[in-house]
């Protein structure tokens, strides 16, 4: 994990509340899809984290939802300005334990990790069948995206003004293996209908990198810090 400046390429909205923005920076350190960056925010003690959807040599792209003062913040933002982040952080998804069609299941914000995910997956010769869940219509993002890597994409929306009317869960027949980023009754629900799994979990977190243990949830196989041994965690060990 380094602390470096990173340069905000473009910053632009997708859907409802939702913004994508390319950070111009170091990526080196980025080793799996499902890991995220902490943003310093000027004025706001703690940091804020968000997954990394995507990232090349050169730059990195996030998408995030405006929900309190700080992503408001970062909607205001704009080319050129510089952000002051660590990265990378987390374990991330770990390819090789992932069969050849998994179910690949995004919710909301839970969506940007997934594509990395979908894209390292199907760069490894793997066939990933991808549910994009959503509340409504206006809050759909990255369809398009995700189809032209070449996946299989279904979406759901709650209350069925777009695609398949219901939950991710609804959008696939139980499957063997299943990576799932969204809320935790969402992630449960997936881990009910998939045999193995990764599921990446969300908790409020202060430091980001392992050194307050304010991020740390009980598994199985005793307590682990979300920021640290997380975000992702396999169904084995999770305790619900
Ligand atoms: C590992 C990780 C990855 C994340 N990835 C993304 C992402 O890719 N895109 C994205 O939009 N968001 C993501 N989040 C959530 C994001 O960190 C919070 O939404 C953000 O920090 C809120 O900052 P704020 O100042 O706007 O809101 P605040 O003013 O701090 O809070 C506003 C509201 O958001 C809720 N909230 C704040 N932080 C969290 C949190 N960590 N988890 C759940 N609810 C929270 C609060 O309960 C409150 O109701 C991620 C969180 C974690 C822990
Ligand atoms: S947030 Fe400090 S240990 Fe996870």
């Keep these: 994990m380094e602390k470096q400046i990173y340069t905000i390429l473009s910053n632009e909205r997708l859907a409802r509340d939702i913004y994508r923005m390319e950070l111009e920076g170091d990526t080196r350190g980025i080793t799996a899809p499902g890991q995220f960056i902490n943003i310093k925010l000027e004025g706001f003690y703690l940091r804020r984290p968000i997954s990394i959807c995507d990232w090349d040599d050169t730059k990195l792209t996030i998408i995030y939802k405006t929900v309190g003062q700080g992503t408001e913040k970062m909607a205001k933002m704009g080319p050129g300005n510089r952000l002051d982040i660590l990265c990378p952080l987390g374990n991330g998804y770990d390819l090789d334990k992932i069969s050849d069609a998994p179910v690949i299941a995004g919710g909301g914000v839970g969506v940007p990790p997934m594509y990395g995910l979908t894209k390292a997956l199907i760069e490894k010769g793997k ?71 990764q599921f990446s979990f969300e908790a409020r977190m202060a430091c980001g990198f392992g050194g307050c243990m304010g991020c740390s949830c009980e598994t199985k196989y005793g307590y682990k810090r979300i920021c640290k041994e997380g975000p992702v965690l396999e169904k084995e060990e999770i305790k619900w």
């Design 127 to 197: 066939k990933p069948m991808v549910v994009l869940g959503f509340n409504t219509k206006e809050e759909v993002f990255y369809e398009k995206e995700f189809r032209d890597l070449g996946a299989e994409v279904k979406v759901t929306t709650a209350d069925g003004s777009y695609g398949i009317k219901g939950f991710v869960t609804d959008g696939f027949t139980a499957a063997d293996y299943g990576c799932a980023c969204g809320p935790e009754p969402m992630l449960k629900a997936v881990s009910d209908k998939v045999k193995h799994g």
